[in-house]
């Protein structure tokens, strides 16, 4: 048995791998009910047989990881991947960003785990990328080489958000005077939601109620108009950003949205402004109109990336 797990800042969800390379035992946790990964971890392997305690681990994290000290930015959880190793009794332990995991998966990907948005035909051995809000936004990129691919992992989530017209330039001017430097995270994401829903408020002279973000959603789809706004606002800003990407890394391959939103609204997203957003680059128009998007809908597709992590194809 081999050990996976997804770790977000919210959420983590856990599985073993069989000898097969078959998903099985998946639970998902809390992460506000456990002191720390190493205590969440522990507790999901108590819960296996004794046979089935891993030899080997491949896990996902919502964070850099470069060095053996691992800081989540969302979450105050940081640890060291050594004595995390040897706290699980583990012979092997690889660790990689959330969203490297997933863009290891997407040649992996069938139709049936995907949504295609807007029209566009992928490119034969074409750079793809990924990008997703959940509690943060994840980006990364799978490039194409003679014989595999390579992941391009990155904090693309952070980068400076634009806006593109006059209400949006008030928005990120509320956003500036509060957080100072305006990340796509902090629109693009569950906390950015509702900072969306808030801000709109305050354009509109309504004191917003505080919300969770899914609440944004179900005040949206029941016509609340500050969440109908905020909705709309969040899916074309993540059309900007997507295009933004998929410009910056020649992604003729495609470029798939993941994430813990927008896989669950795809019709909403897909009637929003996202893909006119996400082609409208003046004279590269053309160029992303041949780009195709898809939401993945495939459940854990973090897990997919971490099952080739692990050397299972």
Not at 14 to 33: I, K, M, P, Q, W
Not at 89 to 113: H, K, T, W, Y
Not at 214 to 236: I, K
Not at 277 to 292: A, D, H, N, T, V
Request: with cysteine; charged share 25%; glycine share 10%.
């Amino acid at each position: 048995m081999d050990l996976i797990a997804d770790i977000g800042a919210t959420n983590t969800r856990c599985a073993l791998l069989d000898d097969r390379g078959d998903v099985v035992a998946t639970e998902h946790f809390v992460n506000s009910e456990f002191a720390d990964l190493g205590s969440l971890l522990t507790a999901y392997l108590q819960r296996r047989q004794d046979s089935d305690q891993p030899r080997d681990a491949a896990l996902a994290i919502a964070a850099p990881v470069h060095d053996d000290e691992v800081r989540m930015i969302n979450i105050n959880w940081s640890f060291s991947q050594a004595s995390l190793r040897e706290q699980l009794r583990l012979s092997r332990l690889l660790m990689c960003n959330d969203f490297e995991a997933i863009a290891r998966g997407l040649p992996d990907l069938v139709r049936d785990d995907l949504q295609q948005v807007g029209a566009g035909l992928e490119a034969a051995r074409a750079t793809k990328v990924v990008l997703g809000p959940g509690s943060g936004l994840g980006v990364a990129g799978l490039v194409p080489g003679a014989e595999t691919w390579t992941v391009a992992s990155g904090e693309g989530g952070h980068v400076t958000m634009a806006p593109i017209d006059d209400e949006e330039a008030q928005i990120l001017k509320l956003m500036r005077e509060t957080v100072g430097h305006c990340s796509a995270e902090r629109l693009l994401s569950g906390p950015g939601l509702v900072n969306l829903y808030w801000a709109v408020g305050q354009l509109h002279g309504v004191e917003a109620d505080k919300v969770q973000p899914e609440q944004v959603m179900t005040l949206a789809d029941q016509g609340d108009p500050l969440a109908l706004s905020a909705r709309q606002h969040f899916f074309a800003m993540l059309g900007t950003i997507a295009g933004n990407l998929a410009l910056t890394m020649g992604a003729r391959g495609g470029v798939y949205i993941a994430g813990g939103i927008v896989p669950d609204c795809v019709e909403q997203f897909r009637e929003s402004k996202f893909r006119e957003r996400f082609e409208s680059k003046g004279r590269y128009r053309r160029y992303l109109q041949e780009i195709p998007s898809y939401v993945i809908t495939r459940p854990e597709p973090a897990f997919v990336g971490l099952r080739r992590f692990l050397g299972y194809c």
